[in-house]
């Protein structure tokens, strides 16, 4: 089992960036495959982005390729989201999972989850 705590987010303006961090328990992390979601005020939890268990894949939603960037420390047990480019529409609480089976952007694909860390984009 794994608990999950991210930080990082905050409120920035249109343009600029954001890190974030997930911070892992247990000795088991470098087996997990983690994925980064979002969810806005009224809309469905989504996709942004997910890393092997190892970190030598990543995948992204369309929405964020080319701004966002995943990667891992396994001996830090942490896993980051590098948000550049920041746009409005990426306002949303930001949540990391993750799970041993499979790299999946379906929510139901992860079994632990943090509490979420807020990231506001002002116009």
């Known amino acids: 089992q794994v608990q999950l705590v991210e930080s990082g987010g905050g409120l920035v303006q249109a343009g600029g960036s954001l890190r974030l961090s997930c911070a892992a328990s247990?000795?088991?992390?470098?087996?997990?495959?983690m994925g980064w979601f979002r969810q806005a005020p009224g809309k469905e939890r989504e996709f942004v982005a997910a890393?092997?268990?190892?970190?030598?894949?990543?995948y992204y939603a369309d929405s964020v390729k080319g701004r966002f960037t995943i990667s891992r420390d396994n001996a830090k047990n942490t896993v980051y989201l590098q948000m550049n480019s920041l746009k409005p529409a990426d306002t949303a609480v930001y949540y990391c999972?993750?799970?041993?089976?499979?790299?999946?952007?379906?929510?139901?694909?992860?079994?632990?989850w943090g509490q979420g860390t807020q990231v506001t984009v002002s116009s």
């Open positions: 247990g000795r088991t992390f470098r087996s997990y495959i």
């Open positions: 999972a993750g799970n041993r089976q499979v790299v999946a952007a379906t929510p139901r694909a992860y079994d632990y």
């Open positions: 890393i092997s268990s190892s970190g030598g894949s990543t």
